[in-house]
DNA sequence: TTGAAAGCGCTAACAG
DNA sequence: CTGTTAGCGCTTTCAA
């Protein structure tokens, strides 16, 4: 035999599609149908390709049909961080809802760094994913870009992005601070602050809380800022530059809980009355807000629900069902509990 | 012409090598080596093309460079859960350390079931990762022979596995069991009890405490079992089940600092005195537990140096360095705080 | 240093 | 209902 089949690209050595058919005596794109579309074989051949599949250990290459087909069954998920965060809470949103219709999730996290954000995203279109979540707008203009001519559905989440790329699941952070602005100003609290990262959704909040104190006729102080991701140590800190300053604060609003919690666990080392001495409300709702002595008041947002309506929304679009770019606004609400 | 050449499969329409290699007036094979191997192509060269790229927002499909080359550079990260979870350390550790390298991430959540499990790593193997990183053993046998049948470097982690597949990176969690046990035997608590869930990391736990409290020739009191992924809440629930039987229990061990916090919250709520009257421990050493009021006494995990860890044992199997499958115990530190 | 062929493993028409 | 054919977009030899 002439050598004129030279193995030029290299096999895996995995059992391939066409073993399959071989041992079941059909041809490959049997195999195939059977794998994807069952009810387009017949029972018996179809039983006789499973068989083969059981027999050698069949695990059907993904990669290969994601090339010869169009759709990838992948979508992308862009986070900026999923330690300690309460956007883990909307990947396993996304995540749960994804899996049990064949899709897979590739994670990323930005770190709240643009240039991070920038390769992230182009190695994951490079993957070429059906579709792909981001929380908020992108970090950069030429993410937004990537992100534009990528061509397929995308979901920005956890905000009302005003310009949009196509859908978003989120809620005005503008709102919340507002909601939080009007319940303090109700108890009666007249020095009240912001803490918060220098994100632009802690950015929102505070824009909001604000804008709601002046509509009242109250001037706000100064924020205070912390590093993003927020941290129980950041919360701390946060309420440590405050008590320094010595002045009259008595109500603090924090970007998220884990501030809030934080700066609570200090009042608590400190023997600092909350809300007799300083009244502290945190954003998220998440389960400690609720257990915490005493519980905090706080703004709810569930992450595991935006995380399902993102799916939701991405599953309708790839599949081509709704029309534009939907624009879903969960809504804020106002926990009252003990700490204001 | 005649229409030999009907376009059967579908072209996504998004620019390919050959749209950058006509514009740089190069062939295709130049361009793939621009891209993965610059070093080879003549500076000018290298330039046009980079140029070419820019001009067109070339994004190469990296599932088309995975079928044809070896490497998918993909990375599969299987945990339990990924929300409220000491695993999104992990995952975030993994990630930090694969990104820079152009790995991307896979994430599936088996929600501690064994089915969900199986079909997840399906999928997983079905995208060809170069390696894959896992929580401990797999829940079920099938799932093992599935990952053993993929060969390819796999990493478990928070536990020594006994028969692993290949590498591990984790701690004794018998160990940690013990560490604790003899910490309460030290302190004087006489009727101690554990608390956890059902999952086998949680059993080693328990069984290396109760192994550590015979051995001072102690009874422990029956554990008291929760459902996995704990919680707060599950905690509390704990912790009123063991008041509610009246008791002499004086100090608690449970398997995770979540559990550990959400009892110590109850215990601030009922007023009941810890350590006084009931000693308190956790597993983890996360922020929340150095913060709380009284500081948790726990053992120190850092998940995120386990993925950071596992991360470098993949990538170094992946480049085919270092021998045989490595074993890497990160060893376990009591942290005596002031719950105990 | 560059290019031409020959696939990687699968799906999508198209025909029978 | 089943098989044949022609790619998906890229990386590899191998040769120049």
Excluded at 111 to 129: I, W
Aim: some cysteine; aromatic content about 4%; overall charge positive.
């Amino acid at each position: 035999m002439k050598p004129k089949t030279r193995t030029r690209a290299v096999p895996t050595g995995r059992p391939r599609m066409e073993d399959v058919a071989r041992l079941a005596g059909v041809s490959l794109v049997t195999v195939s149908r059977v794998l994807n579309t069952p009810d387009a074989v017949a029972a018996p051949t179809r039983q006789a390709v499973m068989e083969a599949v059981r027999r050698i250990g069949y695990v059907p290459n993904l990669t290969a049909g994601a090339l010869a087909g169009s759709r990838s069954r992948i979508i992308a998920a862009v986070v900026p961080t999923i330690a300690n965060s309460i956007f883990a809470d909307t990947v396993q949103g996304l995540s749960d809802r994804l899996e049990g219709e064949g899709y897979t999730i590739l994670l990323g996290q930005t770190g709240y760094d643009a240039g991070r954000e920038r390769s992230l995203v182009t190695a994951m279109l490079g993957r070429r994913p059906d579709a792909l979540m981001l929380v908020g707008a992108p970090l950069s203009a030429a993410t937004g870009r990537l992100l534009a001519a990528a061509k397929i559905p995308i979901v920005q989440t956890w905000e009302m992005v005003r310009r949009p790329i196509d859908h978003v699941v989120g809620f005005s952070n503008a709102a919340a601070g507002r909601v939080v602005a009007e319940h303090f100003v109700a108890r009666g609290y007249r020095h009240v602050r912001f803490v918060g990262g220098a994100d632009a959704r802690s950015k929102a909040r505070q824009a909001g809380f604000d804008a709601a104190l002046r509509a009242a006729g109250m001037t706000p102080l100064p924020a205070v800022t912390v590093p993003s991701p927020g941290t129980l140590g950041h919360g701390r800190d946060a309420l440590c530059r405050v008590l320094d300053e010595g002045g009259p604060t008595d109500a603090l609003f924090f970007s998220t809980d884990v501030l809030a919690i934080g700066a609570l666990l200090e009042c608590q080392r400190r023997g600092i009355a909350v809300p007799g001495r300083l009244a502290i409300a945190g954003l998220g709702d998440q389960d400690l807000a609720r257990e915490m002595v005493p519980p905090l008041t706080t703004v709810r947002i569930s992450g595991l629900e935006i995380g399902r309506r993102a799916a939701d929304l991405l599953l309708d679009a790839i599949a081509g069902r709704r029309g534009g770019a939907q624009r879903i606004d969960l809504g804020v609400q106002l926990i009252e509990r003990a700490t204001t």
